[in-house]
């Protein structure tokens, strides 16, 4: 599976982005699709999740301002990122797994394929 994301740039405070993954290749079985960030000298945080059947996970930093969802169709996820803030700037990549889950890990290991990131700057 190859993972293709887009969508980053910089952003003034308050402003929004969408990210976009998209998946190619071995894509059979897809479950699990999410977007992870990492921000200098920070551990990479799961900032939102979605499984096949629709079910997400967010972080609570995100919460009522980040929204994902996916087509699969298109095989590809996406992450609307209203009210941004300067601590939301991180490297954002999106993640995929086949495994079987009903609700979305947050753990990075239990994701199997991983995408380049695209990085989000948020200025004051």
């Known amino acids: 599976v190859q993972l293709q994301a887009s969508g980053g740039g910089l952003v003034q405070a308050g402003g929004s982005l969408r990210l976009s993954c998209a998946a190619s290749?071995?894509?059979?079985?897809?479950?699990?699709m999410g977007w992870y960030r990492q921000a200098p000298g920070k551990q990479r945080e799961l900032v939102a999740g979605?499984?096949?059947?629709?079910?997400?996970n967010y972080a609570d930093s995100v919460k009522g301002r980040f929204t994902i969802s996916r087509d699969n169709a298109k095989n590809t996820v996406y992450l609307q990122m209203n009210s941004l803030k300067p601590e939301d700037t991180a490297v954002y990549s999106c993640?995929?797994?086949?495994?079987?889950?009903?609700?979305?890990?947050?753990?990075?290991?239990?994701?199997?394929?991983w995408g380049q990131g695209t990085q989000v700057t948020v200025s004051s």
């Open positions: 979605i499984t096949r059947g629709g079910s997400t």
């Open positions: 290749g071995s894509i059979f079985s897809i479950n699990v």
């Open positions: 993640a995929v797994t086949k495994k079987v889950w009903r609700v979305v890990p947050k753990q990075p290991n239990e994701y199997d394929y």
